[in-house]
């Protein structure tokens, strides 16, 4: 409980707060538009609050509406099974806390009136819609934190390379959104790699066989991952829509941003199309959050400037091919006829 109390004090002064020197902001070229500002504030916190160990129940569409910081008991990473519980327990919890609220009844302990006091001035169907929009998001501090020390060996390289293109070096934070400057990540969408390419979209910027794969090429992916920007830019015009359409493709960014004149606020708030969903919606906003953080490191984890770079293992590009168990089976087959063969013309030589 008082891990919990100490992990939600520390949520709210860091989202009350304004961001470190804020007005630097606006020298880099990324636009933070008022309407995701806490949005940026939440995945912030998420980064750098929340430890691994902790579990943020809020609304989806409304991420300032945060109904609690669960904190699960115990040391080390959570297992599966403890993220599946926890998911299901606060929806569960506060789905039927809501539910009680929207039928009308008064709140009747500390919870609901808390929960009640997120809906002052709203109607009852408020209540209602909240019940089915509730998420549970885990922290990130942790894995935040070995990211940082992960991107100090790639960043000079990714660097060098976005300036090349004519790209803004600051966008190579944006790989700490998509892998944590992790090699070896592997996405159940079977996107692969530092820069999260997937099969199809690879192949358009580099070579992927059955026996060779440059998603594991920290240099080759990142030349394919300037190349996707800088195409998304001259297409769409502006970063927030050309960072978003890295996640959602630029067809469909193109579409949606169409509908409302170019306005990314507008196309983050109204859009529903397919599987624009909150992933989406919040992926300019992480790329804000993790932007800021790695720029004041230092003030998010003290002591962090004098920890030692985390020196990635070697990752193999080049796979050797595997023999099937079929053709196995028929190189055995053909070395027995072949044996066979061999004795048979033998006895045939000898009774001669």
Known sequence: MVKAVAAFALAIAFAVAAPPDASSETKLPFPRPASIEPNIQFWVNVFTAYSDRDFVVVDRDNVWRIYRVFHLP??????????????????????????????????????????????????????????????????????????????????????????????????????????????????????????????????????????????????????????????????????PLAITAYNYGTRGVARAAGIYGGDYSQMVEHYQGPHFGFAVKNYYAEFLAALQVHRYEDKYFPGIEDEPAIRPAPIKTDFAPRRSRKSHASHLHHAAAKTHHSKSKKTVAQKT
Not at 171 to 186: D, I, M, N, P, W
Not at 230 to 236: D, E, F, K
């Open 74 to 239: 115990g040391d080390g990473p959570p297992t599966r099974s403890d993220i599946e519980w926890v998911n299901d327990y606060l929806k569960i919890k506060y789905g039927e806390i809501l539910t009680r609220l929207a039928s009308g009844h008064e709140p009747s302990d500390y919870e609901e009136r808390q929960v009640a006091a997120l809906f002052k001035g709203e109607p009852p169907s408020a209540y209602a819609a909240a019940a089915q929009n509730l998420r549970v998001q885990e922290g990130l501090r942790e894995q935040f934190h070995e990211g940082l020390l992960r991107s100090r060996y790639y960043r000079p390289t990714m660097e060098r390379i976005f300036r090349s293109a004519g790209l803004p070096p600051e966008l190579v934070t944006l790989a700490h959104v998509e892998s944590g400057f992790h090699g070896a990540s592997r996405s159940s969408a079977g996107a692969v790699g530092i820069w999260q390419f997937t099969r199809g979209t690879g192949r358009h910027y580099m070579k992927i066989t059955r026996y060779h794969d440059d998603r594991l090429n920290p240099e080759r992916e990142t030349l394919a991952a300037a190349k996707l920007l800088r195409s998304n830019y001259q297409t769409l015009g502006d970063w």
